[in-house]
């Protein structure tokens, strides 16, 4: 079992930024890859950006050059650096992780205000 939790969401003003926070625990040892994606009202949840255990990073279109996706192994914590950020990047971001199953935080809402 694995386990996620998200913090920093919060309201910003186009153009600002925010870090998102994922710490998991539980069987850490077990996980493969890690990853943020998001869903917008309406919308199907969507992959932002994803680093495997290796290192390797893969971002969707729509948030590269802007967006950056990090991890502290000391600390089972994943990092997204969301920067220039605009009003469609509204949406709730979740954590996952990628062990033998599939494992999501709780979610936490980013909302930009134009």
């Known amino acids: 079992q694995v386990q996620l939790v998200e913090s920093g969401g919060g309201l910003v003003q186009a153009g600002g930024s925010l870090r998102l926070s994922c710490a998991a625990s539980?069987?850490?040892?077990?996980?493969?890859?890690m990853g943020w994606y998001r869903q917008a009202p309406g919308k199907q949840r969507e992959l932002v950006a994803a680093?495997?255990?290796?290192?390797?990073?893969n971002y969707a279109d729509s948030v590269k050059g802007r967006f950056t996706i990090s991890r502290d192994n000391a600390k089972n914590t994943v990092y997204l650096q969301m920067n220039s950020l605009k009003p469609e990047d509204t949406a709730v971001y979740y954590c996952?992780?990628?062990?033998?199953?599939?494992?999501w935080g709780q979610g936490t809402q980013v909302t930009v205000s134009s």
């Open positions: 680093i495997t255990s290796g290192g390797s990073t």
């Open positions: 539980g069987s850490i040892f077990s996980i493969n890859a």
């Open positions: 996952a992780a990628r062990a033998a199953f599939d494992y």
